[in-house]
């Protein structure tokens, strides 16, 4: 059964550009920790912000695709 729902489209974008910013903020993560003195505050922002992310994508993970109960 399809759902006519006028938010996935919306939902299928967000979606790409939080899975695009979530790898962005890994290799800024990455590049952070292989200076010498890695700003230990800024890594601690840029970890929470990824875990943020991570569940926004989970979130809208489960609106886009349904669940199919077999």
Do not use: W, Y
Not at 17 to 42: C, F, G, V, Y
């Amino acid at each position: 059964m399809a759902t006519n729902d006028p938010a996935l489209p919306d939902a299928a974008a967000r979606l790409a550009a939080l899975k695009s910013e979530h790898r962005d903020l890994d290799t800024a993560i990455d590049a952070l920790n292989s200076m010498a003195a890695p700003d230990q505050l800024q890594l601690a922002r840029l970890k929470k912000r990824k875990l943020r992310l991570k569940d926004e994508i989970a979130l809208l993970e489960d609106m886009v695709v349904p669940d199919i109960i077999a």
